[in-house]
């Protein structure tokens, strides 16, 4: 079965420093990868997803994500992280759709960015 | 184009209740899926429906369960409510089951 470790629950960074958020993935078939985050009150918002092509992947506000099948990681970095950057993000990973599967997603457990001034 | 809306926004419930959520598909999307998001945790997959009909469900009870509308519409019923249930419940829409999941704000319930 797949499942998606988080490996940091809580990162505190100081405003304009580079922050990396790690995930790892186990999962014997090719998987498709997602960053999502999640604001106070509010639902999840795609940052960045890797299907296929490039292993770097990147979002419209600064954050990229490698995939790394080797090491079954697609970490989540951004080189000068904003105030506006506190959130929670998510990794997920979904199997490929097919007619036996939904391309549901699964998550890891969360990673509370805090961006200090 | 519209987002995913889902209402009520909070709910509160006494357990044994039943209750119906409901969440309306963005624009032109025809699969909706079923998330619940226990506080300080990720997301679960619920079910997902595909033009109508159950495509898919995740390791939650048969008190769960859902509908999709011809108007892609969707409700997701909990029956016999449990403290547990209390949770974030959110709607993701998406076109022919791809990957550009639109997600909902949510509804906020919980079962005292």
């Known amino acids: 079965a797949q499942s998606v470790t988080q490996l940091d629950s809580q990162v505190p960074v100081f405003e304009e420093a580079p922050v990396e958020l790690r995930c790892n993935y186990s999962?014997?078939?090719?998987?498709?990868l997602f960053w999502y985050v999640q604001y106070p009150n509010q639902g999840l918002q795609l940052l960045l997803k890797?299907?296929?092509?490039?292993?770097l992947v990147e979002s419209i506000n600064g954050f990229e994500a490698e995939f790394n099948k080797s090491q079954t990681s697609f970490h989540l970095r951004k080189p000068s992280v904003h105030i506006s950057d506190t959130a929670e993000y998510f990794c997920?990973?979904?199997?490929?759709?097919?007619?036996?599967?939904?391309?549901?997603?699964?998550f890891g457990q969360g990673t509370t960015l805090q961006v200090k001034p | 184009e519209t987002g995913v809306t889902q209402s009520p926004t909070h709910l509160i419930k006494t357990r044994g209740q039943q209750v119906t959520l409901r969440c309306s598909s963005q624009s032109g999307h025809n699969t909706v899926s079923w998330y619940q998001q226990a506080l300080g945790q990720g997301p679960q997959f619920i079910f997902q429906y595909y033009r109508e009909e159950e495509n898919g469900r995740g390791n939650f009870p048969p008190r769960f369960s859902g509908l999709q509308f011809p108007n892609y519409s969707s409700e997701l019923n909990v029956n016999a409510l449990e403290l547990d249930d209390s949770a974030l419940y959110l709607c993701?829409?998406?076109?022919?089951?791809?990957?550009?999941?639109?997600f909902g704000s949510g509804t906020r319930l919980t079962v005292v």
């Open positions: 997920a990973v979904s199997d490929p759709v097919s007619s036996s599967n939904t391309g549901k997603l699964i």
């Open positions: 993701a829409s998406s076109r022919d089951r791809d990957y550009g999941y639109t």
């Open positions: 999962s014997s078939v090719s998987v498709y």
């Open positions: 890797y299907l296929s092509g490039s292993t």
